[in-house]
């Protein structure tokens, strides 16, 4: 595949390729450009070039163009589904999901667009304004950059690209060069749906050079990332430069709290949902499972038997409940990440070992407060710590303890409790009776402290992708 530049497809301007393979065998599927500095700023530069037509195009049109998309995908969703089981490694029944999620972003935020009415500040509401009316109203913001991660391409797109353009910008997608060959198709569909030439452009490249210059380049108004706090910090940095807006959404440690009073068929459930979706790679997965002593044993018998009733196999394999990671790489680190919490006084219950790319279900037991993947270090694959604590006040101290503040959860049948927990701990999602791996395409979706700035989903993100004017009737009235 090539970069989709101003309505063209171009190699990059030196020639050089990403070779893009399919984790689970290492059958090479597709190469695709590694972006140079040039090769950015053209983009940009198309990009302006293209933006205030679109943004003239009248709402209405703009929804029907995004509609019409999300027709080509559903006719070509198995193809689609297909290529992202391959190049993401994810089991092929959740990679049908991912796709069948476009239709309810995009129409979310097409609709959501429709509604979404200025305010009038009306006459006399302070003093000295008596004969003044004050009405706001949304304005595109110009070029948007979207990096996207590897995890969730098509979800993640869902969120960025559609609000983008709906709201009148033209956008720039730079996907994961682990895999970045659905968005460039989701891209190409874009474009024979109608969004002009310009108005949409797919840029591959090491993040170091297509996702920094894209950060730090003046012709670029939001940055909107989701990805690690690392690259969160970085991009910030490069987009400080300029003054251009980011909305960053990074990473996460998120306790899973468990009560005695919990119900485990339920917590059960929610374990294999909140933790081994997409083999653990998920920024709002539970990683951290904190157990009150009086169900510990129970809880720690029923863990064993659920984890090991899951089937990991090829992800495209119609039975297949885990995957692949993303690539060996990431499952040398999850490796590494186990063996040093073990290192540390952890004892390993089950699973743990590794055969490139697969990495097993693995339950760590007697995790304490200080080891690091109690605070800072997030696991990116399916590894169950747990840490047995007394009272809910340790829990909450504990789950705390994180620099990170994504999401958390508890499992409790006592609504004080739950309500107590949910209100005191630091995230920008709490969820009751339920694992924090929970974002529905409505719910405005962020984290605190270093999980993140700014907040994604359908009810949020047009203002995020748009500035505000107000228009001022001065004297309008008698």
Request: net charge negative; proline share 4%.
């Amino acid at each position: 595949m090539k970069n989709l530049i101003g309505g063209r497809h171009l190699d990059a301007s030196n020639g050089a390729v990403i070779e893009i393979t399919n984790p689970a065998t290492g059958k090479l599927l597709d190469t695709v450009p590694n972006s140079t500095k040039e090769d950015v700023d053209l983009c940009v530069k198309e990009a302006r070039k293209a933006q205030k037509a679109w943004a003239a195009t009248p709402l209405h049109e703009r929804g029907r163009i995004l509609c019409k998309f999300v027709d080509l995908v559903e006719a070509r969703k198995e193809e689609l589904a297909q290529l992202l089981s391959e190049e993401t490694g994810k089991p092929i029944k959740e990679a049908r999901i991912e796709i069948g999620n476009t239709r309810t972003f995009v129409c979310g935020y097409v609709e959501k667009a429709k509604h979404d009415y200025g305010n009038v500040i009306p006459a006399g509401s302070e003093a000295g304004q008596e004969k003044t009316i004050q009405i706001t109203q949304q304005e595109p913001l110009g070029v948007v950059g979207c990096i996207i991660p590897f995890n969730f391409p098509c979800d993640l797109f869902g969120q960025k690209v559609p609000s983008a353009l709906i709201m009148g910008n033209s956008v720039i997608v730079k996907p994961s060069t682990y895999n970045p060959l659905t968005l460039h198709t989701y891209c190409d569909l874009l474009m024979e749906a109608g969004v002009p030439a310009g108005v949409i452009n797919c840029i591959s490249g090491d993040g170091n050079v297509a996702g920094a210059e894209l950060a730090k380049h003046p012709g670029i108004n939001l940055i909107s990332v989701t990805g690690s706090t690392k690259v969160g910090a970085e991009v910030m940095g490069n987009a400080s430069k300029n003054i251009t807006h980011v909305m960053l959404e990074l990473g996460g440690n998120d306790a899973f709290i468990v009560m005695d009073d919990a119900d485990l068929d339920l917590t059960m459930k929610e374990i294999v949902w909140g933790r081994l979706y997409n083999t653990g790679q998920v920024c709002c997965a539970s990683k951290r499972f904190l157990v009150q002593r009086g169900i510990k044993e129970e809880f720690m018998k029923r863990l064993v038997e659920t984890v090991s009733s899951q089937k990991v196999a090829m992800p495209q394999s119609e039975d297949a409940d885990i995957g692949c990671l993303i690539n060996e790489h990431a499952a040398i680190r999850v490796e590494e990440q186990v063996k040093q919490t073990i290192d540390a006084g952890a004892t390993l219950v089950y699973g743990g070992r590794r055969n490139g790319a697969f990495f097993e279900p693995t339950i760590l037991d007697n995790v304490t407060r200080d080891m690091d993947v109690m605070k800072d270090m997030e696991i990116f694959g399916p590894v169950l710590p747990v840490y047995t604590f007394d009272t809910v006040e340790e829990a909450i101290e504990v789950a705390n303890q994180s620099s990170y503040g994504l999401c958390g959860n508890v499992m409790t049948k006592d609504m004080k409790t739950a309500f107590k927990v949910a209100n005191a701990l630091e995230v920008g999602g709490a969820v009751i009776n339920g694992a924090s791996f929970f974002r529905s395409a409505e719910m405005p979706f962020g984290g605190w402290k270093h999980s993140g700035i700014g907040n994604e989903g359908i009810s949020t993100t047009l203002k995020e992708m748009s500035r505000t004017k107000t228009i001022v009737l001065k004297n309008i009235l008698e």
